[in-house]
Antibody, heavy 119, light 109 residues
Framework: QITLKESGPTLVKPTQTLTLTCTFS??????????VGWIRQPPGKALEWLAL???????RYSPSLKSRLTITKDTSKNQVVLTMTNMDPVDTATYYC???????????WGQGTLVTVSS | QSALTQPASVSGSPGQSITISCTGT?????????VSWYQQHPGKAPKLMIY???KRPSGVSNRFSGSKSGNTASLTISGLQAEDEADYYC?????????FGGGTKLTVL
C-alpha cells in the first residue's frame, strides 16, 4: 500500500524560504522508473505542477518557478524535500506530493498541506 | 508553456453522459499518449481516473472513459451519478515538464 504525507510549516513570511518534506511508504525511490513530485493548488484555483525527482536523481522543474525551486531525495529515509525561496502571498496554496507512475500519471497523492504566506 | 485548456464548467442530469475537453498543443497532448485525468472533491486530494489517455486504474468505474484526437483529449462520464459532482483536471506529459488543465467543475443537476 502506497502512502505519502506532506509536512512543513503552515505559515511563512514573505521573502522566507519554504521547506516541505514528503514522507512515503509502500515503494522505493531507488526502483527504476519511480518518481515523486510536488503539485500545488491555491485556494479555489487549479492544480499546478512544481517539480519531479526520479529514482536516478534526475530532476525536473516548472519552467516558471525553476529559479526558486530545489527538489532532493533521501532514499534511506523514504523522503523527498522541496524548497521554494522568496515566498510571496501568491504562493499561498495547498501543497501536495504524489507518486508518479511509469505512465507519467500521478497515481497516489498525499493529503496535502496548506501553506499560508503572510506577514 | 501554458496550462491546458478546459471548459470552466459542465453539467448534466443523472443518467446522462457528459464530455470534458482538454486542449493542448503539438508539444504536449498532441505529441504523447500520456494524458491523465483527476477527480477532486472539495477538501480532498485529487484521484487518478484515467491514465495514458484511456486506461482506467483498478477500482475506477467503467463509466469513466478517455480519448484523444490531435491536440485535444476528452473525458466522458456516462450514466451520471450525484457522486460524480466534482472538479476534474487533465494533465499531460510535455517532455521535460508536466502541464495541468485549468479544471472543470461538473454539476449534476
Amino acid at each position: 500500500q502506497i502512502t505519502l504525507k506532506e509536512s512543513g510549516p503552515t505559515l511563512v513570511k514573505p521573502t522566507q524560504t519554504l521547506t516541505l518534506t514528503c514522507t512515503f511508504s509502500g515503494f522505493s525511490l531507488s526502483t527504476s522508473g519511480v518518481g515523486v513530485g510536488w503539485i500545488r493548488q491555491p485556494p479555489g484555483k487549479a492544480l499546478e505542477w512544481l517539480a519531479l525527482i526520479y529514482w536516478d536523481d534526475d530532476k525536473r522543474y516548472s519552467p516558471s518557478l525553476k529559479s526558486r525551486l530545489t527538489i532532493t531525495k533521501d532514499t534511506s529515509k523514504n523522503q523527498v524535500v522541496l524548497t521554494m525561496t522568496n515566498m510571496d502571498p501568491v504562493d499561498t496554496a495547498t501543497y501536495y506530493c504524489a507518486h508518479r507512475s511509469l505512465a507519467a500519471a500521478w497515481d497516489y497523492w498525499g493529503q496535502g498541506t496548506l501553506v499560508t504566506v503572510s506577514s | 508553456q501554458s496550462a491546458l485548456t478546459q471548459p470552466a464548467s459542465v453539467s448534466g442530469s443523472p443518467g446522462q453522459s457528459i464530455t470534458i475537453s482538454c486542449t493542448g498543443t503539438s508539444s504536449d497532448v498532441g505529441s504523447y499518449n500520456l494524458v491523465s485525468w483527476y477527480q477532486q472533491h472539495p477538501g480532498k486530494a485529487p484521484k487518478l481516473m484515467i491514465y495514458e489517455g484511456s486506461k482506467r486504474p483498478s477500482g475506477v468505474s467503467n463509466r469513466f472513459s478517455g480519448s484523444k484526437s490531435g491536440n485535444t483529449a476528452s473525458l466522458t462520464i456516462s450514466g451520471l451519478q450525484a457522486e460524480d459532482e466534482a472538479d476534474y483536471y487533465c494533465c499531460s506529459y510535455a517532455g521535460s515538464s508536466t502541464l495541468f488543465g485549468g479544471g472543470t467543475k461538473l454539476t449534476v443537476l
